[in-house]
């Protein structure tokens, strides 16, 4: 049974930073995507950074220079590292597992997802 737990999420004020995390259990594929969506209320999910089994990475456009995504395999976590936060990053943020491909910050058609982590960010 693949399951994703994320944390890490809180309130921060802008400018701050967030590293979130997402452990990752029963997830057995040699390839694979692995990425963090958000959604802010009364707007689409977003792909915001994804990592592939490679180590190559991709980000949205809106978060290039200010989040870094990466994994420790030992640890089966990905995280995110999240500098300078605006006010439109606040969002729920889901991990995510595909055995797809990626562009522009999103895993595609992801199967598995976590149950997500709150970011806020506030003035």
């Known amino acids: 049974q693949v399951q994703l737990v994320e944390s890490g999420g809180g309130s921060v004020q802008a400018g701050g930073s967030l590293r979130l995390s997402c452990i990752v259990s029963?997830?057995?594929?040699?390839?694979?995507?692995m990425g963090w969506f958000r959604q802010a209320p009364g707007k689409e999910r977003e792909g915001v950074a994804a990592i592939n089994s490679g180590g190559s990475k991709t980000y949205a456009d809106s978060v290039k220079g200010r989040f870094t995504i990466y994994q420790d395999n030992a640890k089966n976590t990905l995280y995110l590292q999240m500098n300078n936060l605006k006010l439109e990053d606040a969002a729920l943020y889901y991990c995510a597992a595909s055995t797809w491909g990626f562009s522009s910050g999103s895993c595609y058609d992801p199967a598995y997802w976590g149950q997500g982590t709150q970011v806020t960010v506030s003035s």
């Open positions: 029963g997830y057995t594929y040699s390839n694979y995507c």
